[in-house]
Structure formats: structure tokens, C-alpha cells
């Protein structure tokens, strides 16, 4: 097959490697495969090191061989990398050997912590050398100036060398000297030049995530015109110095005897901003005598639609004038590049440091044999979800899954393209570590300024991941506080200005479409309240989170709003927790962003693409509830610690609306007074999230019970809140698998637009008469909510739509009549508060089996707010909302009655609570 990575080498003579390594990746064959396909050569660093043990299980037999062993932790890591390395060497060496030792390198690094240690490196690098012992290897340098003696050293005992952490031109001249240097020496000392090869390791994206940064402070037209074109001009300025270098008479010499030019590395070469392609990096840096290393996403990207033409050595003109642009502007590039080298040495130490953390940590873990982190009980379940465990190894679930294959999904054509422009959120976690300084940085000078509170506009996926943060961080000292508005009553909508102060208060306004109705109504009743008091400074108080070229990015633009975070569009909504759309919010009340993204990351890794079905946490879980639903198990009842509760209504809109259509459907219960173990069906499944150490819990035991009855349980255990990250992650993997194992596509909605288009039909009709339908309803405290609940059967699920803000006692009221409903019925039950539920299980609800009796709870709103601009209130809005639900509820001939509340809730909620437990 002649593959994108096959025809650089072949037509434009640069050679594509792989940045990343991994046991699973090597066991698996996937290596094999990639090289057949093209890659001729592996990096790896203490980052991908760390993920890769720390977020996997390809080390466990090994790691218990050597705690049996009673080995150090550092003797562990030792042990650990350089199997890892050799195996790569191994699978290499036909590519070495064809290219005369041109390729087919392995690299690996020498400690972050000897950077500025040239002796301990050389030491080091010898060790390595040595204890691998494979021609095929290189040996990883920083660049600093200390390692620039490392590297002639190394190169003069014929030791191959990738120096990394290239950023600037001075860097890489230092760098082509101090390889020179060495070659001149292993000459001059009569040994061959033809065994010895090295590649220089030239930083590419960093440099434009840092740069744009620089270039969107300084702003205006000339500033706007280099954004994302420095990095690339910085690497064909190297590419102008190679040729120099090594096109020049002291390195002709050299040649002659047989060495090799020191070739060019485009490294970090997947895209940061979302604005850009994500093959930028690949395509603009191809040309003769250099290497792209890609990254997995990256690689898959360039392989799919990677552009093919020499464009590394087009250009070079227009690239110095955008460097000298850059510098006229007063923007030093020599300044941010030093910054970059010694933010890329922390990086690697604080990896390292991790990594020897979490191998201490696994150590003592096996020696004390604690449990795992998820733990599956299955009872007399066993069997449908082993062998939808066993059909998704078959099939190859993980592998085709991160390969962005929509035919795990569906054999629809129509579907396809869909499918893979929303999967983006596999590399997110990856994309989102460059972003990480920022975000806490502009966090940090938003505090500095004067601003406490934080007001966040959003509805579904945009929303509930940061009620998800904010109820679980709360908030640190010296950052903001986080509310959400996310409903449509009025209530909720005064509550919420009350709370707020224009003065000390950034809105945040999230959307991926930036079209969502509720959305644009909270912002322009806010940006109008706002604005009475701060007038032209009222920008200054907002920022958008959406996707590129959105309505609201538009509107913020012309409104000149604060900051626009533009999100990538492959990544669909509910989604979208490890992006901007929760990484925001999270640096605003200080949450730690890097540790997030890290659990994050460490996850994705766990999940990966050579990982084992058997073994990969998401698609266990996936194969769990995916297996048990289409066994009549499709209840999933969520069970969460009180610190991590509200994750519970994060998974039910994730899961919902990516299952609930074309008649099938998970369906998750959330914040259900947890009972004993005869209270529960054969139509249940049950996922408990567990945080804190070993101390037993209250939960615990009722989980124990649940277990002991033979109740399918997943257990899952969190430690710390940073550990949502890898939760975020973790359940995104096992949606998508659940999607597959059902048949459906995880990624659409299509019924949401339905309740849409029925409530605007119903303003349309409003603003033309000014009055909205009347529908028929009960009142609270008659038969009629008992009368549907006779209909209810086994495997039934009963609905309760409250159409009213969210208090604390009507949860409590609303639990209770959960609890009677199913000590009536033994039916599952669920609540949600209109609007925002629309986003999540109202995909369900329309989409889904004709399973599910709704009780839609209506009510007053004797204190309306008007919506500027509009010719209806946030009132009739939400009254049009819950009536378009219900028509649409009837058209697809649920079960479904009006109960209207009046104008008080509470007391309407007593009454029905009453009429069931009299009844």
C-alpha cells in the first residue's frame, strides 16, 4: 500500500517517525504495521514513558516480576525502557539495515535531570548505549550549552545522538558545531564516520502556541497577519542554515570519509490551535534530508489527507521577511525560544519525576495487592457482557476506533463524514497540554484584576462538565467563583443577577454552535445588565467559548469581548470536557488544570489503540453496560461519593444522548435514592464511583449488598479530584464503545432538533398572537399521576420533567416521590430540570425505546423576566419549551400526562408526593 508516509520518503526524500512507544504498541504488532505502512523511525521521551506506564496495563507482568524481585524503582524504570527500546530497535532494523544505517532509529533520552550535567550525560548515554545494545539506537541530548559537550563527546565514540529541544537558530548552530566537532574527532582518531548519524530535533508548534500568544497581546492588523506563520519560518531559517552548514567546506571533508549531514527533526508537529490544520506541521516542513516525527493523531491525519510537495524549500524570502515583520513588531524570538528550552527541561523533569512517582506508587500497590482502579462484578450477568468483550476484540473495537473508522459505528454512507468530524476529543487531552500556562496565566490576571465570580451561559455539554468542577473544587483561594446558569426560569435567571456583580464579574458565555436559543437569550440579558453599569469596559467582562467561525464568535468580535476561546470543531459537545469548554472554567476557580489534563492524558493512554479490549478500561466499561443493555440491563444506575455527585448528571447526559436513538438506548439514572437490593429488577446495571481511600463507606456496604444479591456492578475508584480527568476520558471511550455495541451512532442527536423546532414553532405562533397554546393539564394533588403510574410495567422507567429552578428542597421533594414511585412500580426513575435537559436525556426520551411514562411538570412564573431584544420572556420561553416537549413526547405516542404546579412548587410537589403515598 503506498501510503502518504511512503511517498514523502520515496518522492521528496523525508522520512516520517513515530513519536510514541509503548509495550502495547510493540506486542500487538502495531509497530510492524506502521512501519509496513511507512514509519522509519521511533522518538520517545520521559512524557511518553510516563503516560505509557502509568496509564496502562502493558507493564503489569512485568512490574510484578520486578516488585517479586525486589527491585528499586529506579532499577523498575531502567528495566522497563530499555526492553521497550530494544523491542523497537528489533522491529527497526530491516529499515536500518535496507537504508544503510540512513534510518530506522530508535531514540531514547538520557534523564531530564542531567541537562546541565555534560559528564552525567555522557555517563548515562554510555549506560544506555550498552545496556540496549543496538546499532539502531540513538541517544537523546538536550540542547543546552552544557550538552553541546555531550554531543561531541558521544559523537566521537560513534554514538549516534538526537539532540532535542531545538528552538531557535543560534540553538541549532551550536548544536550542527558541537556534531561536527565530534565527527572531526572520530577522524582524526582513524575510526569510519559511516556508522555514526544524528538528527537535530527542531521544535515546531510551541513556537507558534508562544509566539500567537505574543502576537494577540501586542495586537492589530501587522500582528494579526503572523499569526501561526513564525514557526514555520523559524524551520525553513533552520533549513537555510542545515544547507549552509552542511553544504559548506568543513563538512565536505567529513563527507567525503563518509559521514553523514546531521539532518533536520520537525518535532512537536501535531497542531495546538484549532484555527489551523491539523497536518500543518506535516505539509509545510516537507523537503529533502530531514524527518518529520508525528505524534499517533497527527500521523493518522497526514496519512488520511496530508498534502505532498516540497514546501520546506519554497518560500524562504517571504519566511525571513515574516521574522523580521516579527521582530519590527518588538517581539523577541530569541527571548521566547530560550523560554521554550527551559520550559521543554522542566516539562521532561516533571515527567520523569511523575513517572518514578507513579512506578513507586504501583510498587507498593502490587506489594500490598491492592484492588485495581475499575472493578467489574458481574453475578449472573456474566455471560452477555464476556462476549461483547470477546465480539469487540474480534473486531478490533479500540484499534478502528482511534483509527477514526465510522464503520465501528454504522454501515450508513450518509453517516461517515460525521462521524469523523466528531472524534476529535481522542487527542484532546494531547492538544490541551500546550494550553495549560495559559489558561491558568489569564485565570490569574483576571483575579489580579479585581474579579470574583464567574457566570457561566451554557446548556448541556458546554454546561454541565463545569457544574461538574465546580461543585467538586469549589474554589482556591485566589481565583474565581464558578455558578452556571443553565435553565430558562425566570427564577433561575434573577437568581443568578442577584448573584452577580458587573463589577467583579467575567460572563462566560459557552457554545459550540453558538446558535443555541438559551444561550443567546442569558447573553443578551446579561451583556444589558452588564452594560448599565459598565458601559464601554462591558467587553472586558466577557469571553466565548465555541467552535471557529461560530455566530458567537462572530458577536464577540463585533463586540469586542475579552477573549474568544475557539474550540476544535471534530469535537462534539457533550464531549467536550478536557477542551476549552471545561478547561476554562476550571482555571477560573483554580482547579489544577495540569493535573486534569494529565489524568487526562494518562487515560487516553490506558485506552489506546493497542490495548486489548480485555484490557482497556473504556471499552470494558463500554462492553458493560453495552452488553447488559442489550440483555434488558439498559437501567444503568449511577452511584457516586457526595464529593464527586454531580459527575453522576454529567455521565447521564454523555450517555443518553449518545445511545438514545433509532429505538434503543442506555439509560441512566441519576441521583436515585440509593435501596436495597430487593427494591431493583433484572432490567438494572449499576456503576458505582467511589472517592477516597480504604476507609468503608455507608455506600459501600449498600454496594457490597448489591454485589452479594448478584446485581452487576461496576466499581469505579477516584483518589483525588484531579481524577476526573481521567473519568471524563475514561467515559467518553465507553460511550463510543456503547454506541457500537448497539448499533448506533454515539455522535448525533437527531431528535434533539425535534423539541426545537416544536418550541419554535410555538414562539412563532406567540409572537404573532401573544398567547401560547393551551394544553391540556392536571392539577397536583388528583389521581391522575397514580392512574398513569398503573400503566407502568417490567422494564418501564417513569420520568419526571420539572419545568421550575433547581432548590435544594425541591430535590428533596422530588426524591422521595422517586422513591414511592418505585416501591409502587420497582420502575426505574429519573429527573430533570427543563430546559437544559433537552440537551441530554431528551434525546432519549424522543429516540430511544417507547418505554419510559413522562410526568412533565409545569408552573407559573409570576415574576417573568424580559429578554432584550426578543418578544417574549425567559417565562414564555420556558413554558414554550415544556410544551414543545410534550407534543413532541405525544407525536411519537408516549405516555406521557401535564401536571401543572401553579405558582407554588413546593407545595404542588407535596401534593403529588401526598397523593401517592395515600393512595
Same mark, same amino acid.
Given at each position: 500500500?503506498?501510503?502518504?508516509?511512503?511517498?514523502?520518503?520515496?518522492?521528496?526524500?523525508?522520512?516520517?517517525?513515530?513519536?510514541?512507544?509503548?509495550?502495547?504498541?510493540?506486542?500487538?504488532?502495531?509497530?510492524?504495521?506502521?512501519?509496513?505502512?511507512?514509519?522509519?523511525?521511533?522518538?520517545?521521551?520521559?512524557?511518553?514513558?510516563?503516560?505509557?506506564?502509568?496509564?496502562?496495563?502493558?507493564?503489569?507482568?512485568?512490574?510484578?516480576?520486578?516488585?517479586?524481585?525486589?527491585?528499586?524503582?529506579?532499577?523498575?524504570?531502567?528495566?522497563?525502557?530499555?526492553?521497550?527500546?530494544?523491542?523497537?530497535?528489533?522491529?527497526?532494523?530491516?529499515?536500518?539495515?535496507?537504508?544503510?544505517?540512513?534510518?530506522?532509529?530508535?531514540?531514547?533520552?538520557?534523564?531530564?535531570?542531567?541537562?546541565?550535567?555534560?559528564?552525567?550525560?555522557?555517563?548515562?548515554?554510555?549506560?544506555?548505549?550498552?545496556?540496549?545494545?543496538?546499532?539502531?539506537?540513538?541517544?537523546?541530548?538536550?540542547?543546552?550549552?552544557?550538552?553541546?559537550?555531550?554531543?561531541?563527546?558521544?559523537?566521537?565514540?560513534?554514538?549516534?545522538?538526537?539532540?532535542?529541544?531545538?528552538?531557535?537558530?543560534?540553538?541549532?548552530?551550536?548544536?550542527?558545531?558541537?556534531?561536527?566537532?565530534?565527527?572531526?574527532?572520530?577522524?582524526?582518531?582513524?575510526?569510519?564516520?559511516?556508522?555514526?548519524?544524528?538528527?537535530?530535533?527542531?521544535?515546531?508548534?510551541?513556537?507558534?502556541?508562544?509566539?500567537?500568544?505574543?502576537?494577540?497581546?501586542?495586537?492589530?492588523?501587522?500582528?494579526?497577519?503572523?499569526?501561526?506563520?513564525?514557526?514555520?519560518?523559524?524551520?525553513?531559517?533552520?533549513?537555510?542554515?542545515?544547507?549552509?552548514?552542511?553544504?559548506?567546506?568543513?563538512?565536505?571533508?567529513?563527507?567525503?570519509?563518509?559521514?553523514?549531514?546531521?539532518?533536520?527533526?520537525?518535532?512537536?508537529?501535531?497542531?495546538?490551535?484549532?484555527?489551523?490544520?491539523?497536518?500543518?506541521?506535516?505539509?509545510?516542513?516537507?523537503?529533502?534530508?530531514?524527518?518529520?516525527?508525528?505524534?499517533?493523531?497527527?500521523?493518522?491525519?497526514?496519512?488520511?489527507? !496530508?498534502?505532498?510537495?516540497?514546501?520546506?524549500?519554497?518560500?524562504?524570502?517571504?519566511?525571513?521577511?515574516?521574522?523580521?515583520?516579527?521582530?519590527?513588531?518588538?517581539?523577541?524570538?530569541?527571548?521566547?525560544?530560550?523560554?521554550?528550552?527551559?520550559?521543554?527541561?522542566?516539562?521532561?523533569?516533571?515527567?520523569?519525576?511523575?513517572?518514578?512517582?507513579?512506578?513507586?506508587?504501583?510498587?507498593?500497590?502490587?506489594?500490598?495487592?491492592?484492588?485495581?482502579?475499575?472493578?467489574?462484578?458481574?453475578?449472573?450477568?456474566?455471560?452477555?457482557?464476556?462476549?461483547?468483550?470477546?465480539?469487540?476484540?474480534?473486531?478490533?473495537?479500540?484499534?478502528?476506533?482511534?483509527?477514526?473508522?465510522?464503520?465501528?459505528?454504522?454501515?450508513?454512507?450518509?453517516?461517515?463524514?460525521?462521524?469523523?468530524?466528531?472524534?476529535?476529543?481522542?487527542?484532546?487531552?494531547?492538544?490541551?497540554?500546550?494550553?495549560?500556562?495559559?489558561?491558568?496565566?489569564?485565570?490569574?490576571?483576571?483575579?489580579?484584576?479585581?474579579?470574583?465570580?464567574?457566570?457561566?451561559?451554557?446548556?448541556?455539554?458546554?454546561?454541565?462538565?463545569?457544574?461538574?468542577?465546580?461543585?467538586?473544587?469549589?474554589?482556591?483561594?485566589?481565583?474565581?467563583?464558578?455558578?452556571?446558569?443553565?435553565?430558562?426560569?425566570?427564577?433561575?435567571?434573577?437568581?443568578?443577577?442577584?448573584?452577580?456583580?458587573?463589577?467583579?464579574?467575567?460572563?462566560?458565555?459557552?457554545?459550540?454552535?453558538?446558535?443555541?436559543?438559551?444561550?443567546?437569550?442569558?447573553?443578551?440579558?446579561?451583556?444589558?445588565?452588564?452594560?448599565?453599569?459598565?458601559?464601554?469596559?462591558?467587553?472586558?467582562?466577557?469571553?466565548?467559548?465555541?467552535?471557529?467561525?461560530?455566530?458567537?464568535?462572530?458577536?464577540?468580535?463585533?463586540?469586542?469581548?475579552?477573549?474568544?476561546?475557539?474550540?476544535?470543531?471534530?469535537?462534539?459537545?457533550?464531549?467536550?470536557?478536557?477542551?476549552?469548554?471545561?478547561?476554562?472554567?476550571?482555571?477560573?476557580?483554580?482547579?489544577?488544570?495540569?493535573?486534569?489534563?494529565?489524568?487526562?492524558?494518562?487515560?487516553?493512554?490506558?485506552?489506546?489503540?493497542?490495548?486489548?479490549?480485555?484490557?482497556?478500561?473504556?471499552?470494558?466499561?463500554?462492553?458493560?453496560?453495552?452488553?447488559?443493555?442489550?440483555?434488558?440491563?439498559?437501567?444503568?444506575?449511577?452511584?457516586?461519593?457526595?464529593?464527586?455527585?454531580?459527575?453522576?448528571?454529567?455521565?447521564?447526559?454523555?450517555?443518553?444522548?449518545?445511545?438514545?436513538?433509532?429505538?434503543?438506548?442506555?439509560?441512566?439514572?441519576?441521583?436515585?435514592?440509593?435501596?436495597?437490593?430487593?427494591?431493583?429488577?433484572?432490567?438494572?446495571?449499576?456503576?458505582?464511583?467511589?472517592?477516597?481511600?480504604?476507609?468503608?463507606?455507608?455506600?459501600?456496604?449498600?454496594?457490597?449488598?448489591?454485589?452479594?444479591?448478584?446485581?452487576?456492578?461496576?466499581?469505579?475508584?477516584?483518589?483525588?479530584?484531579?481524577?476526573?480527568?481521567?473519568?471524563?476520558?475514561?467515559?467518553?471511550?465507553?460511550?463510543?464503545?456503547?454506541?457500537?455495541?448497539? !448499533?448506533?451512532?454515539?455522535?448525533?442527536?437527531?431528535?434533539?432538533?425535534?423539541?426545537?423546532?416544536?418550541?419554535?414553532?410555538?414562539?412563532?405562533?406567540?409572537?404573532?398572537?401573544?398567547?401560547?397554546?393551551?394544553?391540556?393539564?392536571?392539577?397536583?394533588?388528583?389521581?391522575?399521576?397514580?392512574?398513569?403510574?398503573?400503566?407502568?410495567?417490567?422494564?418501564?422507567?417513569?420520568?419526571?420533567?420539572?419545568?421550575?429552578?433547581?432548590?435544594?428542597?425541591?430535590?428533596?421533594?422530588?426524591?422521595?416521590?422517586?422513591?414511592?414511585?418505585?416501591?409502587?412500580?420497582?420502575?426505574?426513575?429519573?429527573?430533570?430540570?427543563?430546559?437544559?435537559?433537552?440537551?441530554?436525556?431528551?434525546?432519549?426520551?424522543?429516540?430511544?425505546?417507547?418505554?419510559?411514562?413522562?410526568?412533565?411538570?409545569?408552573?407559573?412564573?409570576?415574576?417573568?423576566?424580559?429578554?432584550?431584544?426578543?418578544?417574549?420572556?425567559?417565562?414564555?420561553?420556558?413554558?414554550?419549551?415544556?410544551?414543545?416537549?410534550?407534543?413532541?413526547?405525544?407525536?411519537?405516542?408516549?405516555?406521557?400526562?401535564?401536571?401543572?404546579?401553579?405558582?407554588?412548587?413546593?407545595?404542588?410537589?407535596?401534593?403529588?408526593?401526598?397523593?401517592?403515598?395515600?393512595?
Amino acid at each position: 500500500m503506498e501510503t502518504n508516509a511512503i511517498r514523502v520518503y520515496e518522492g521528496f526524500g523525508q522520512s516520517i517517525w513515530y513519536d510514541n512507544i509503548r509495550r502495547g504498541l510493540l506486542r500487538s504488532g502495531e509497530l510492524a504495521r506502521l512501519v509496513r505502512e511507512g514509519v522509519r523511525g521511533v522518538t520517545s521521551n520521559p512524557t511518553i514513558f510516563e503516560k505509557a506506564i502509568s496509564g496502562s496495563t502493558d507493564y503489569d507482568e512485568a512490574l510484578r516480576r520486578l516488585v517479586a524481585e525486589a527491585a528499586s524503582v529506579e532499577q523498575v524504570y531502567f528495566d522497563l525502557v530499555v526492553q521497550d527500546i530494544r523491542e523497537g530497535a528489533d522491529v527497526l532494523r530491516s529499515t536500518y539495515e535496507s537504508s544503510e544505517g540512513g534510518d530506522g532509529y530508535i531514540s531514547v533520552e538520557v534523564s531530564p535531570k542531567l541537562a546541565r550535567d555534560p559528564k552525567g550525560t555522557v555517563s548515562e548515554a554510555l549506560k544506555l548505549h550498552k545496556s540496549i545494545g543496538r546499532d539502531n539506537l540513538m541517544i537523546k541530548v538536550p540542547a543546552t550549552s552544557e550538552g553541546s559537550a555531550a554531543i561531541t563527546e558521544l559523537i566521537g565514540q560513534a554514538i549516534s545522538v538526537n539532540v532535542t529541544l531545538i528552538f531557535g537558530i543560534a540553538q541549532y548552530e551550536k548544536v550542527a558545531e558541537a556534531y561536527i566537532a565530534g565527527l572531526e574527532r572520530l577522524d582524526e582518531a582513524g575510526e569510519p564516520l559511516d556508522g555514526v548519524s544524528s538528527v537535530a530535533s527542531f521544535f515546531v508548534s510551541r513556537v507558534d502556541s508562544a509566539v500567537d500568544r505574543a502576537l494577540e497581546e501586542k495586537g492589530g492588523p501587522d500582528a494579526q497577519k503572523l499569526l501561526g506563520q513564525i514557526a514555520i519560518a523559524n524551520a525553513k531559517a533552520a533549513y537555510q542554515k542545515y544547507e549552509e552548514i552542511f553544504g559548506g567546506e568543513r563538512f565536505a571533508k567529513l563527507r567525503d570519509h563518509g559521514a553523514r549531514p546531521q539532518r533536520l527533526l520537525w518535532a512537536s508537529t501535531s497542531t495546538k490551535n484549532p484555527n489551523y490544520k491539523d497536518t500543518l506541521y506535516v505539509d509545510a516542513l516537507i523537503g529533502k534530508e530531514t524527518v518529520n516525527t508525528t505524534p499517533p493523531g497527527t500521523l493518522v491525519a497526514f496519512q488520511d489527507h !496530508g498534502e505532498l510537495a516540497p514546501a520546506l524549500e519554497q518560500g524562504h524570502p517571504k519566511s525571513n521577511q515574516q521574522l523580521d515583520a516579527l521582530g519590527a513588531l518588538g517581539i523577541d524570538l530569541d527571548s521566547i525560544c530560550s523560554e521554550l528550552l527551559e520550559q521543554g527541561l522542566k516539562s521532561f523533569a516533571d515527567s520523569m519525576e511523575r513517572l518514578l512517582g507513579v512506578i513507586e506508587a504501583r510498587r507498593e500497590a502490587l506489594l500490598e495487592q491492592t484492588s485495581e482502579r475499575q472493578r467489574i462484578s458481574l453475578g449472573a450477568s456474566a455471560a452477555p457482557v464476556l462476549d461483547t468483550l470477546k465480539s469487540l476484540g474480534k473486531k478490533e473495537a479500540p484499534r478502528r476506533l482511534w483509527s477514526i473508522d465510522p464503520s465501528l459505528f454504522t454501515s450508513d454512507p450518509d453517516a461517515e463524514e460525521s462521524i469523523k468530524n466528531r472524534l476529535g476529543w481522542l487527542h484532546s487531552p494531547e492538544v490541551m497540554r500546550d494550553h495549560v500556562d495559559d489558561l491558568t496565566a489569564f485565570a490569574r490576571k483576571l483575579s489580579k484584576e479585581g474579579f470574583r465570580k464567574a457566570l457561566l451561559l451554557g446548556m448541556g455539554g458546554s454546561s454541565l462538565c463545569p457544574e461538574v468542577l465546580a461543585t467538586t473544587y469549589g474554589t482556591t483561594p485566589g481565583f474565581l467563583e464558578l455558578r452556571v446558569l443553565d435553565s430558562t426560569d425566570p427564577a433561575a435567571v434573577r437568581d443568578a443577577l442577584e448573584w452577580t456583580d458587573p463589577k467583579t464579574t467575567a460572563y462566560v458565555v459557552a457554545s459550540k454552535s453558538g446558535s443555541t436559543i438559551e444561550v443567546q437569550c442569558f447573553e443578551a440579558f446579561f451583556w444589558e445588565k452588564a452594560g448599565a453599569v459598565l458601559g464601554d469596559e462591558t467587553g472586558a467582562h466577557f469571553m466565548a467559548i465555541s467552535d471557529p467561525g461560530s455566530a458567537l464568535v462572530t458577536m464577540a468580535a463585533e463586540k469586542g469581548y475579552r477573549r474568544v476561546f475557539e474550540n476544535a470543531a471534530d469535537i462534539g459537545g457533550r464531549y467536550s470536557a478536557i477542551s476549552f469548554f471545561g478547561l476554562v472554567p476550571a482555571a477560573l476557580i483554580g482547579a489544577d488544570v495540569d493535573a486534569l489534563v494529565d489524568d487526562g492524558e494518562r487515560m487516553a493512554v490506558g485506552c489506546a489503540s493497542v490495548v486489548p479490549a480485555d484490557d482497556n478500561p473504556g471499552v470494558r466499561l463500554g462492553a458493560f453496560v453495552g452488553g447488559l443493555a442489550r440483555s434488558g440491563r439498559d437501567k444503568l444506575t449511577i452511584i457516586a461519593s457526595p464529593e464527586v455527585e454531580t459527575l453522576g448528571s454529567w455521565i447521564e447526559q454523555l450517555v443518553a444522548e449518545s445511545t438514545g436513538k433509532q429505538g434503543k438506548g442506555v439509560v441512566p439514572i441519576d441521583l436515585e435514592p440509593l435501596g436495597s437490593p430487593d427494591d431493583y429488577g433484572d432490567d438494572r446495571a449499576f456503576v458505582y464511583v467511589r472517592y477516597g481511600g480504604r476507609k468503608p463507606s455507608a455506600l459501600d456496604k449498600k454496594v457490597d449488598a448489591l454485589i452479594g444479591r448478584g446485581h452487576p456492578v461496576a466499581q469505579i475508584g477516584m483518589l483525588a479530584k484531579h481524577d476526573l480527568g481521567g473519568e471524563f476520558f475514561r467515559w467518553e471511550t465507553a460511550t463510543a464503545v456503547m454506541g457500537s455495541v448497539l !448499533g448506533v451512532n454515539p455522535f448525533d442527536e437527531p431528535n434533539v432538533t425535534e423539541a426545537k423546532n416544536a418550541t419554535g414553532a410555538i414562539i412563532e405562533a406567540f409572537e404573532k398572537s401573544g398567547k401560547l397554546p393551551d394544553i391540556a393539564s392536571v392539577k397536583p394533588g388528583g389521581a391522575d399521576v397514580a392512574k398513569l403510574l398503573d400503566s407502568v410495567s417490567s422494564g418501564d422507567y417513569v420520568v419526571l420533567s420539572l419545568y421550575a429552578m433547581r432548590t435544594d428542597e425541591r430535590a428533596e421533594t422530588c426524591a422521595r416521590i422517586r422513591e414511592q414511585i418505585r416501591r409502587r412500580t420497582r420502575a426505574a426513575t429519573t429527573l430533570g430540570y427543563g430546559p437544559r435537559f433537552l440537551h441530554s436525556t431528551g434525546q432519549l426520551h424522543k429516540g430511544g425505546g417507547n418505554n419510559g411514562v413522562f410526568i412533565v411538570l409545569t408552573a407559573d412564573a409570576p415574576d417573568d423576566v424580559d429578554i432584550p431584544g426578543r418578544k417574549y420572556s425567559f417565562g414564555v420561553l420556558r413554558d414554550a419549551q415544556a410544551l414543545g416537549d410534550l407534543e413532541v413526547l405525544r407525536k411519537r405516542d408516549r405516555r406521557v400526562i401535564r401536571v401543572h404546579l401553579g405558582s407554588d412548587v413546593e407545595g404542588g410537589l407535596r401534593e403529588i408526593e401526598k397523593s401517592l403515598s395515600t393512595d
